[in-house]
């Protein structure tokens, strides 16, 4: 029999290729360079190439139903080496996640309780918003909470879930608001009204939430005046770079890597104590792959005394994600049961095998990660994780030093 | 098949919860709410029985408490009709609370009343089994499963009993469970639907005189349970405290 209407895959396909998100999936000529590169693409079963077969042939509900559906970690390799510029991790799997749970199909469980802890709080964590400036009690340097008291200010520096509440993160965001004084710039939060920016949402395919994030956003960030926003999680970097600008939200904003390395002939003079260490620096996806930022956190890591640096093989373009983008954050279980491993723990040991004994991250998720890895991979005690603000503030000499 | 779901707000525990200086009450100030677990594990028995059987699933709702976004995200999985019924300021007690829901649920004709068996701020679990006794019907609880019963007239409702015990009963329709679990657990729905519920749904209200309910209870006062001689309280900073609970995890030989 022949049908002329278009299968409802076709249908879906057309509707990414209007988003704007690169070039139309339609356009794929199954050259599987995509499901190569993935690195998780052999456990799937349908990496993006067969994605794209399936939906093309009709069997948009096959795919949808396949545990396949929430493996992608948003690692951005295969939109990277697409020949066609199909843009498979901004455009394809957010729009597959999306029609799945407007159908009614139910994402993973451990999903579940993230969305619904957004939805209800704010945060990605499920934590009172009443919380969220808690990291800054007892702080030697003055947070401005410009949602009591708003002025104008060079930054307003969006803290971010993890930063403002998960504990090893804590440590981190006490020393940034230290080198923020450090640097003599005016610089304010927004205390507990701040919330979450959404980037996992989106990339979850919960577009609603992630609309509903943007509106409140936005109200709180036309109520204030400031030159940039600084962040400290490159995804939202990501999201407010390029997402909110769709709903025409358009902010300047800075992942903190780039904020610090223009001001880096300031920091040089401050950088007053050695850090004895040999490092090996994790590119983000976001800031990394996607945006292409890979020589600033380089160059502060180079700018401290002390610090030799060493690359993994797997480096820049080529770096292995942590496996906490796209929702994978939390998805490790789905993840390992579909996919047999985290890559975090591939990632420690590409890292040990630098001889580092650090492994630098500017990403909140990766602290929690790589130390969970390290501890799994018996590399505990031998490959310590910290921040590039954390090795910055012990050369900055700027008070107290995170437990790692 | 006529379904009435009954939903209640309770304080969402992840703030802090404080007695009032009146010493008897709490302070639900600055609190924030959401729904009872376990009626949002009967809205969720309900719909599958909709799903699975065809049900008209009316929810009814004493408003306090921001009940609206519950009420919204009911519509969003599925609910057909939601009910409001105004009542002044907090959440009245059972007794009340069963009269008002009995007078707004009697007049919908109603085959089945699905209440959650208990709420965390009424683990006593007397408001489904007061309100059948309002409504006249029969009741059953700690039930983690609805099926219609050929004959039309009946459900089979899986009851649960301690000691990993469950019971098939039969239960004559018009009746009232207190429902402890749905089959599944209650479904995820996207933001977007509920986004489109808030623009579409129309609440109805019901409004129903304040019953003069003699309380047979009173409040004494509330305050928060001092802690028993023998547990160690740790202090310290994370690294102190976690050191700590290995050291005693250790010694009471629960870890090598």
């Known amino acids: 029999m022949i049908t002329l209407e278009a299968p409802k895959g076709v249908e879906l396909l057309e509707k990414v290729a209007k988003s704007g998100e690169g070039q139309s999936p339609l356009g794929c000529m199954q050259c599987g360079l995509c499901a190569a590169s993935c690195p998780l693409g052999e456990a799937m079963e349908f990496p993006p190439r067969k994605l794209i077969l399936q939906a093309m042939a009709g069997n ?7 545990p396949t559906l929430w493996m992608c970690v948003a690692c951005y ?100 608001a230290r080198i923020l004084t450090a640097l003599g710039v005016s610089w304010g939060v927004l205390g507990t009204k701040e919330k979450a920016i959404g980037e996992c949402d989106r990339m979850f395919g919960e577009e609603g939430l992630f609309e509903s994030l943007v509106e409140e956003n936005r109200k709180l960030l036309d109520a204030q005046q400031f030159g940039t926003l600084v962040v400290l999680d490159p995804h939202a970097f990501r999201a407010l770079q390029n997402y909110y600008p769709r709903f025409g939200a358009w902010y300047p904003v800075q992942h903190y890597t780039t904020f610090l390395a223009e001001r880096i002939e300031q920091i040089k003079p401050l950088l007053i104590k050695p850090v ?60 390992v049961a579909h996919g047999g491993r985290r890559l975090s723990d591939d990632r420690v040991r590409q890292a040990a095998d630098t001889g580092a004994d650090t492994l630098a991250v500017s990403c909140p998720y990766e602290l929690a990660r790589f130390e969970d890895a390290a501890k799994v991979t018996g590399l505990e005690g031998r490959l310590h994780v910290r921040d590039i603000i954390e090795l910055l503030a012990q050369s900055m000499d700027l008070g107290e030093r995170s437990v790692s | 098949m006529n379904i009435v779901v009954v939903i209640r707000q309770v304080p969402d525990l992840i703030e802090p919860i404080e007695v009032d200086s009146s010493g008897t009450s709490l302070d639900l100030g600055t609190a924030s709410f959401i729904v009872n677990e376990s009626d949002d594990h009967a809205l969720e028995q309900a719909i599958l029985l909709k799903e699975s059987h065809g049900a008209k699933v009316t929810v009814v709702a004493l408003d306090f408490g921001d009940v609206d976004n519950t009420l919204y995200a009911a519509a969003a999985k599925g609910a057909d009709r939601i009910v409001k019924v105004p009542c002044d300021g907090d959440a009245p007690r059972p007794e009340a609370a069963a009269a008002m829901l009995a007078e707004a649920i009697q007049p919908l004709g109603s085959d089945l009343v699905l209440v959650g068996v208990q709420a965390h701020n009424e683990l006593d679990g007397v408001l489904a089994p007061l309100l059948a006794s309002q409504l006249g019907l029969p009741y059953v609880g700690v039930i983690r499963g609805v099926k219609p019963a050929a004959d039309g007239g009946s459900v089979v409702v899986f ?37 489109a519920a808030m623009k579409s749904t129309q609440f109805e209200e019901q409004t129903v005189a304040a019953p003069a309910v003699e309380p047979q209870v009173t409040i004494r006062r509330l305050y928060p349970p001092a802690p028993a001689a023998r547990a160690e309280m740790l202090s310290g900073s994370e690294t102190e405290v976690a050191a700590r609970i290995a050291a005693i995890l250790r010694e009471k030989g629960l870890v090598k």
């Open chain 1, 60 to 66: 948009l509900d096959k795919v949808l139903q396949s």
């Open chain 2, 159 to 195: 009851k649960e009993f301690p000691g990993a015990v469950m019971a098939q009963l039969s239960v004559r329709l018009p009746a009232v469970l207190g429902i402890l679990g749905a089959e599944q657990a209650p479904r995820y729905v996207p933001v977007s639907r509920i986004r």
């Open chain 1, 276 to 335: 004895e260490a040999t490092v090996t620096y994790h590119d983000n996806c976001c800031a990394g792959r996607r945006c292409g930022y890979y020589e600033q956190p380089r160059a502060l890591l180079q700018a401290i005394p002390g610090v030799k640096l060493v690359e993994m093989a797997r480096n820049r373009d080529n770096a292995l994600c942590c496996g906490g983008g796209g929702g994978g954050m939390w998805l490790d279980a789905h993840i």
């Open chain 1, 77 to 176: 390799t295969c939109s990277l080496r697409c020949p066609r510029d199909i843009e498979l991790t901004d455009g394809l799997w957010p729009a597959l996640r999306d029609r799945a749970m407007q159908q009614g199909l139910q994402p993973p469980a451990e999903l579940q309780e993230t969305f619904e802890n957004i939805f209800k709080y704010g945060n990605t964590l499920g934590k009172s918003p009443r919380q969220r400036l808690d990291w800054a009690k007892d702080l030697d340097v003055r947070v401005l909470d410009l949602s009591k008291e708003p002025r104008p200010v060079d930054v307003l520096w969006l803290v971010g879930c993890y930063p403002s509440y998960y504990p090893r993160n804590r440590g981190v965001t006490r020393a940034f």
